[in-house]
């Protein structure tokens, strides 16, 4: 059974602290990424990394940084975070990118719910 | 960039028909999902349509894609309880070496009973 496994489903902070955010998977995959979900906005893609100790950023990456060490593992990270940072925080992984059909399907994790206050 | 619209919310009571609608502006797609995400949930694959065919049935779902007015819609048979979940509508596309997944802002369906 496939699993991405987020470390925290709730994390409360002060503004200003650095924050971790852990997510990983057991399947192998090369893709990891992290969304963050707000109400009326979808989700939106922060960063995404296709290979060990490579990063891009997806379409809000301001306030953010990644890492990815490992090929099973896709930290974010909030260097000094702020309150509009509160959010929903999606980690998922998928295959190798291309147009095979078994490359279709990114795996989510449960989320992580932070707040900063 | 690309853009992909959805509805905020729909309602629908118990047995009845559901169909969440979903638009999109990348004429480069390729794969349209849809995801489902319960409460408390991560998202999981609902179903997917490759961006050639223009409709895919999988039990109680029918997926129907008219790529050319860029319109995808999910249908969904004899709605249950169970079935209430913020639905995502997402396409994949992009040109270069990654395709980007683009998703919606997620259709919330309760059902009533």
């Known amino acids: 059974d496939v699993k991405v496994t987020q470390s925290s489903r709730y994390l409360v902070k002060r503004t200003g602290e650095k924050v971790f955010l852990e997510c990983v998977q057991d399947?192998?995959?090369?893709?990891m990424f992290w969304y963050r979900q707000d109400p009326g906005l979808g989700l939106r893609l922060i960063y995404f990394?296709?290979?060990?100790?490579?990063?891009e950023k997806g379409d809000i990456p301001e306030g953010y940084s990644v890492s990815r060490e490992k090929k099973e593992r896709f930290s974010l990270i909030l260097e000094s975070a702020s309150t509009n940072q509160t959010s929903m925080y999606l980690c998922a992984s998928s295959q190798t990118q291309g147009l095979g059909l078994r490359n279709t399907e990114a795996f989510f994790g449960q989320g992580t719910r932070l707040t900063v206050v | 960039g690309e853009d992909v619209e959805q509805s905020l919310f729909l309602s629908v009571r118990e047995g009845d028909s559901s169909v969440i609608n979903c638009t999109y502006t990348d004429s480069s797609s390729t794969y349209l999902y849809w995801y489902k995400q319960e409460p408390g949930a991560g998202l999981q694959l609902l179903t997917y349509?490759?961006?050639?065919?223009d409709m895919k049935q999988d039990q109680r779902l029918t997926v129907l894609l008219n790529k050319k007015d860029k319109h995808l819609s999910l249908r969904i048979a004899d709605t249950q309880t169970g079935d209430s979940a913020i639905y995502f509508c997402?396409?994949?596309?992009?040109?270069?070496?990654?395709?980007?997944?683009?998703f919606g802002t997620g259709t919330k369906l309760q059902v009533i009973p």
């Open positions: 997402a396409e994949k596309g992009g040109s270069g070496g990654y395709q980007k997944v683009t």
């Open positions: 349509i490759f961006s050639n065919m």
């Open positions: 990394s296709y290979d060990v100790k490579m990063k």
């Open positions: 399947m192998d995959h090369e893709n």
